[in-house]
């Protein structure tokens, strides 16, 4: 069974960590680490509607260098020269998501401990919590387990939603 983990560098703001937890519980993400103080002095404005923080950890981290295993890969998710396009990635079983902060790219001592840079075909930078979304969802699109059946789809839709489309008829 495959193991998905983020790591976002020194974050600044507490709603985008929230969209983070928010994604990282729709797609099964086990750990999200942080790493510097700010998000720390943001936390209280954290936007996490699906309090998603309840169900996976969400930890405070010195040293990335603490996250290597032989079994795992670090990929950084960053616009710089070099990174593969995310379209022609295949990513690892065990794979851990480096991600800069909204206002800057992560440093060199950080990319050295980086498997792989791979980055989003977009014009500019997209923020923090659309960026792990689309890598995430890009990461579930290419899985060979992905379970595409009405019954998880029934499972997992909110509450609220009892549509439903038949195209055939009108």
Known sequence: MSRTEIVLINPKSATNVGGVMR???????EKVHYTGNRYGHAQKFATDTKQRVEEIPLTALTDINTLVKSDTKIIAVELI???TPLPHFTHPDNA??????????IRK???KYCDDVVYI????CMNLAA???VVLYDRLAKASNTDYSREFLLENRDNNNKVSFNKNKN
């Open 81 to 83: 020269d070099g990174a």
């Open 23 to 29: 994604a990282a519980g729709c797609y099964g993400v």
């Open 96 to 105: 851990i998501y480096v991600l800069g902060p909204e206002d800057g790219s």
């Open 109 to 111: 001592d950080v990319l």
């Open 131 to 133: 960026t792990v979304n």
């Open 121 to 124: 075909p977009t014009k500019g």
